[in-house]
Structure formats: C-alpha cells, structure tokens
Nanobody, 116 residues
C-alpha cells in the first residue's frame, strides 16, 4: 500500500503563491497517473490537476493557467505550483492516483487558505 503525505499548504493573501508537495512511499508510484484533488468546506472532493506517467498534464478550468503540476518519479513526489491564488481556492488539498487507486491510501491533506 502506498502512503501519501501532502505538505506545503498555509495562509496566503489573494494573488499569492504556494507550492504543494506530495511524497509517496512504495515502488509503484511511477506506473500511475497522479492528481491533486481539493475539498472545500461543504463541498465534494474534486480533481484539479493531473499528470500522466509520461508527463502530460490536465487542469480543471478553474485553475488552468494558474496551477502547474509536475512529478519526479525518482523521488516519488508530485508537486503543485499554485500562483495567482484566489479565495475560492481555499480547500484541503490531497494527492492520489488519477483516478484514485486501491493501492494508494488517502493522506491527511494540506490546508490552503487564501484571504481576500
């Protein structure tokens, strides 16, 4: 079972930037497409960005042009660079496979709070 640990969240003003890091244990990481998900207060968990095993990226319309996902298979990490943050980006951010896989345990996530 792959353990996922997210970090890098925090409190930032509107227009600011944050860089999220997802560390994955286990050797199967490199064979999965990976994604960053977020869950705002009272909302469902949604996929905001994903990256395939060969580096092809996809983004939700709400973050297109502001967020950048990348991965380092050698380090088993997935990064999410978030720029031009908006209050509506406030959420707990999680990483997992895309789509979520039985082999990956959801981590505790990392809280991102964007003030007006």
């Amino acid at each position: 079972q792959v353990q996922l640990v997210e970090s890098g969240g925090g409190l930032v003003q509107s227009g600011g930037s944050l860089r999220l890091v997802c560390d994955a244990s286990g050797s199967v990481f490199s064979i999965y497409a990976m994604g960053w998900y977020r869950q705002g207060p009272g909302k469902q968990r949604d996929l905001v960005a994903s990256i395939s095993t060969d580096g092809i990226t996809k983004y939700a319309d709400s973050v297109q042009g502001r967020f950048t996902i990348s991965r380092d298979n050698a380090k088993s990490t997935v990064l999410l660079q978030m720029d031009s943050l908006k209050p509506e980006d406030t959420a707990v951010y999680y990483c997992n496979a895309d789509p979520p896989a039985w082999a990956f345990d959801w981590g505790q996530g990392t809280q991102v709070t964007v003030s007006p």
